[in-house]
């Protein structure tokens, strides 16, 4: 079992219970486990539709916020593989980083 699947195990038993909280704009914002499901299906297939699949690399630039676990749960259901960057520690390397990835011959 990977950590994707127990996510969606808690999915399944607790739909309604609070998955991740964070402090946005002087107030506090939580999602459900449900609510970070749909949230993650929907960037997952924004990511298939553009044509990436199982084993392709990906480049996430987030940062630490629910946006990141949204993005960490997209990435596990497609399968990818994928380095995340918070863009607030890139340390000024972020516009390079986020070049296009191409495989090494």
Not at 37 to 60: F, H, K, N, Y
Not at 96 to 104: F, I, K, L
Request: hydrophobic letters at 50%; proline letters at 7%.
């Amino acid at each position: 079992m990977n950590l994707y699947d127990l996510f969606t195990r808690q999915v399944e038993q607790r739909p309604g219970a609070a998955a991740v909280t964070e402090w946005r704009q002087s107030r506090i914002v939580t999602l459900s486990f449900q609510d970070l499901e749909s949230a993650a299906s929907r960037a997952a297939a924004m990511l298939a539709a553009s044509g990436l699949q199982a084993g392709d690399p990906v480049l996430v630039l987030v940062p630490m916020s629910i946006d990141l676990y949204v993005a960490l749960l997209a990435v596990f259901r497609l399968r990818l593989l994928a380095v995340f960057l918070d863009p607030s520690a890139a340390g000024g390397t972020s516009s390079a980083a986020a070049g296009p990835s191409r495989p090494r011959p």
